[in-house]
């Protein structure tokens, strides 16, 4: 039997309190105010005392508005209408499309049991030779997107979206611009991977606390889809703005501060969400990349901090393109073995001959004398930046791999690379 209580006892911000009992952390509640009704979740339990996060904002509500416990937490409807549609953080559409009540399920839950996974061992191609060939995206990998502001990572996940080899992309956006979220949009229903899409986004103008749901409503759809033996690739921007949402409900609560401000719990929240990454015996898989900004280009910024020791590695933005020094798939291994005889070694030879240019770069910049080999690295590195680094390169990994020799063929001699002479025989360039 659902509750109702006419007596608000407090009203802090987007936060309500209300004496109540029978009531569940995480439960939902509706809020009735002269000007229409609004969803609340409940976010402490205090004795009888019970603490609500507004979804619309406390703005218009008065003490003697009346709260209705529903009990249940939040949901989302499942189901294959799914696909193609954009929803914002409450779960409610934005598209102008048909509200969908069927097949409700609950956001949040637990993560996969470690025992019941199985070892990550397929590749994720998308196109991009940065990630394809040097830090291979695996299936069921956690990997976040290190990124400073003004960097293009909407863009790369906007590729990424369109172009990996996967059944469902989920897109989570927490405080997006408008013109971002209209990008993805455009960008994803003019290259056709919009009807494989569902897009759970938050802009910074709706209030805060959705927010905070977006990444459960993205990883509880994901993980039905998996269930069905789909490959899902969950896609997520930007997980600080996801930590600043916390950081402002933990202050409205007169939570203890932490690091910066954040909440004690912040490593606690960030790992639930990323461990939804699993690869189902018999069934899909769910993949997560994450996009997280880093203040100041500040790695030991909480965020990024937090991150760093939860994921199986990073990508790192920098200057336009994905840096090799610093960006890292622990799991590539798992996969590249059985890509192409040559991967492996030409991804580490081609990395050491880009990092000897860096030296050489640097060597240049202060006036000293270049040395024939100094020459042939600068040429190497330009080639190396403009025909794999760069982020319009669209090729498959075959066809990048090919290009690495081709690249080390117009730069150096055979013996100068340092590969295995039996993968030079049949790979170089004749």
Known sequence: ?????????????????????????????????????????????DGDLVSLQVFSGARGISTGDSVRFLGVPMRVSFSDNLLGRVFDGAGKPRDNGPVLED???PIGGPSVNPARRIVPKNMIRTGIPMIDVFNTLVESQKLPIFSISGEP??????????QAEVDIIVLGGMGLKYDDYLFFRDTLNTSGALSRTVMFIHTAADPTVECTLVPDLSLAVAEQFALQGKKVLVLLTDMTNYADALKEMAITMDQVPSNRGYPGDLYSQLAARYEKAVDFEGAGSVTILGVTTMPGDDVTHPVPDNTGYITEGQYYLKHGHIEPFGSLSRLKQNVNKDTRDDHRALMDGMIKLYSAYKDS?????MGFL?????????????MFEKQLMDLSVNIPLEEALDTG??????????????LKSDLISKYWPK
């Open 103 to 105: 097949n409700m399920i």
């Open 1 to 45: 039997m659902q509750k109702v209580y006419t007596k608000i006892e407090s009203i802090v911000g987007n936060v309500i309190s209300v004496k109540a009992d029978g009531v569940r952390s995480g439960d939902l509640a509706e809020v009735t105010t002269s000007t229409g009704k609004s969803y609340a979740n409940v976010i402490k339990l």
């Open 361 to 365: 770069l640097e060597k240049k910049s």
């Open 153 to 162: 990572y909407n863009q790369l996940l906007a590729r990424i979206a369109m």
């Open 405 to 418: 020799w081709k690249i080390l063929s117009e730069c150096f001699l055979p013996e100068e690379t340092l």
């Open 370 to 382: 270049m040395s024939d080999w100094d020459e042939k690295l600068l040429k190497y590195g330009e």
